[in-house]
Each structure stands twice: as C-alpha cells, then as structure tokens.
C-alpha cells in the first residue's frame, strides 16, 4: 500500500484543470515594481538608485544578513522609482520599480538548452552560489534556501526530500515542471545532495499525477542515490511534518524543525533555480505560475518574470468580472489579493480566480461540537477550543494547546459543518503567540 501520513487529512475536490496545459512564456511587461522583500527573514537593501540602466539577472537587492536574500532585476530598462508599494494584501513594501526597455540579459548567464550535469563545486562553494542567486523555498514558505542547507552544528541531515506533491486544489505548476524540465531539476537535487553531504534524496510525488512518477522514475536511473516515491493522495501531504512522515517515518517534535529528524525539504521549483543558478549562473528572476479557477476563460501554466503584474496574468487569460476574488497560492492555504496591481513575487506559486458564488462565506452558526476539525487536523489539534480560547482574548494560553505547531492547511475550516472561521482565528493566535514568545525571548536576553 502506498505511503502517506498517520494523522486527519482531507480530500477537496482536484480541480487540476490545467494539468495538460504546458508551460508558456509570459510576455515581459512594460513595467515591473520588483518587492526587496520576497523572503522570510529581512528586507534586501537596494544597491540602485532611481536613474539606473539594469540588465535581466542585475543585482538590484542586497541580502541583509544572514536570514535573507538577494533580489535580481528581472527585466532590462531603467529604474524609475525606489520606494514602498502595496503588495497583494495591501501592505506597503519596499520595491524597485523598473521601466521595460528591451531585453539584455547579463552576460554571465548561460541561456542555452545544454544540459550540464556535472558539479565539481565544493559543498561550500555551492551554498555561496545559491546565496548569490537569491534562491527560495518556492513552493510558498519563501526561505532562504543558503539557509535551510546550513543546518546548525551537531545536526546531521542524513535525508533530501524534494517536494513534488502539489496536493493543493487547481495547481499544476510543479506537475508541468516536472514533465518540462524534470532532467535539469533531478540534477538540481544531486547538487543539493552535495551540499548537504547525503547519499540518498526522496522525490516524492502524489499518485495522481502518473505520468510524473513514470517520467522521473525512467531518468533518476541514470543518477545514482535519487529515487522517485509515489504518496497516496491526501491533503496537506505537501506540508513539510506531514511529508516527512510519509517519506522518511519521522516525526518533527513540537515547534521542532525538519533539520530536528535529520531531514531537509525542498520544492521541485527550487531543485530547478538551484540547477540554473548553480550550473548557468542565473538568478531566481522567474518562476512557473499556474493561472487557473472556473471563473478564468483561458486558464494556463506560464514562465513569469517576477514584478509581473497579477492583473496582466488575469487579462491574459481573459480577464474576470467584478465581485470575483482572487486567491495568490491555492483555494486552501492561499491568501486573498486585494490589489490586483501588486507584482508576482518568487513564492507565488499560481492566481486562482474563484467565482462570485463560490468566493463568498456561508454563513457562521454555532459550533455543534461534532469534533470534525479535530478528526481532519494533521498536526491533532484542537481548533474549536484554540477558536474559543483566541476569541476570548486568551493567547497566552494557546500556546499551551501547541498553536504554533499549526500548519495552517484550513483543513479544519473546510470541514466544520458550522463553517466556523477556525483558520482565521488560529492564524490570529499564532501571530499573538509569536509576539509573546517574542517578548519573552527579549525579556530573558535582558536579564542575562
């Protein structure tokens, strides 16, 4: 029997429309306002100013410190403004705002089709370049990966798990990924593997995607310690903890981290970047983005420069009507666009166009206490009380009840017959947790 995780999941319906659409390129914008900060950790501090020529690759953004990440030009023209925009939620973010002229790319990026294999770089040397690169988690977390592959002293990482799952309604970016370009990105896991220092990497896909399975299985023959490992369907699998369990049988300890068991975790989108940028110098300056929902008349899987307009996305697939809602991610652990103006950032893994109908709540009743989010919670929580105990203005109680071991899937949401707003309020009371243990950290580094 195929492998999955011990504890709740759920199964929302596909809705993988878009699986056989292959990959277009995206034609480049005429303006693009680029975010310095596209990553967990702090904002890159610009090194242009207004006035500045760019070419595509250009450092724009330097990394501040060791929990960030450079940003890239994604374009060629002329910097026209250095300064805070709103991003998809409307928070305003510190951005380069770049006028298209042409498209000159660095000279130092390898634009050709050549596959190239062999990596001699020493571990370090290769985490250096992925640093340089300003590679991310890109399947939606966004961290730093020069980070994730430099575990703390006395962790041995042992296994490489490469997230293929794409368990999230409407999404199929990774899957055509995989079909694409899958060559280049099982090259990219052998490099990660080097850095790393482990003899055995895991792609791990979900059952529904066959062709995937098939074709990654027939080319990891060639690169040895690489297996490809099919997962039964069940959301969230791709969640790291729940991942872990299913590939490797171990179980991240509470608030504990992947690097805890001995385990690194990677998106496939990122095994590909790590590919280009270690093996073609070239940056993390576009990604595969998957524009989809039924309210989409020419939905599609496209190459996006970052800076991309999410709106030009939207009326190159024929637009939508107002009172629509538009959701950066999938209809599950997405979050909602209110300004459809904000730029594609190196997270966004797809736009998903919801329907007038099928964007609005029902309404709340009372909870039943049926224990339904109970059942389908994969980290065995309990969010009707961790609802209850936020409501009641009782964060510094959550903790307690290991609100922060949420993984924020909304599978409890989506199966409350009360339809109570449980991710809402837990994601509510984990930033009020974090914001205590903060104070508590600040308040012991005091004392000491």
Known sequence: ?????????????????????????????????????????????????????????????????????????????????????????????????????????????????????????????????????????????????????????????????????????????DHRLMLERGEEMIVGVMILARALGVERSYIAIEENKPDAIAHLGRMVADYPGVEVMGLRVRYPQGSEKQLIEAVARRRVPSCGLPSDVGVVVQNVGTALAVYEAVQKDKPLIERIITVGGEALPRPGNFLVRVGTPIGALIDHCGGMEGGQKIISGGPMMGRAVSNPAAPVAKGTSGIVVMPDAGSRRSKERDCIKCARCVSVCPMGLEPYLLIKMVRMGRSDQTEEQRILDCVECGSCAYACPSKLPLLDFVRMGKGEAMRLRRQRQQACKRCD
């Not at 011990?6 to 034609?27: D, M, N, Y």
């Not at 890239?72 to 298209?100: C, F, K, N, Y």
Request: glycine share 10%; net charge neutral.
């Open 1 to 173: 029997m195929s492998r999955s995780f011990s504890l709740g999941g759920i199964h929302p319906p596909q809705s993988k429309h878009t699986r056989a659409l292959p990959v277009e390129p995206f034609p480049v914008p005429e303006t693009v306002a680029i975010p310095l900060v596209q990553h967990i950790g702090a904002p890159a501090v610009p090194v242009v100013a207004k006035g500045d020529r760019v070419k595509v690759g250009q450092l724009i953004g330097r990394k501040e410190g060791f929990v960030s990440a450079n940003v890239h030009s994604s374009v060629s023209g002329t910097v026209v403004a250095i300064d805070e925009l709103p991003d998809m939620g409307g928070i305003r973010r510190p951005s380069v705002t770049i006028q298209v002229e042409g498209d000159q790319w660095d000279e130092a990026i390898d634009r050709s089709s050549t596959l190239v294999r062999e990596c001699a770089l020493a571990p370090q040397q290769i985490v250096e370049k992925i640093a340089a690169a300003g590679i991310v988690g890109m399947g939606g977390a966004t961290f730093p990966t020069h980070v994730k592959l430099s575990p703390p002293p006395g962790r041995k990482i042992d296994t490489l798990i490469i997230n293929g799952v794409e368990c999230e309604p409407c999404l199929t970016s």
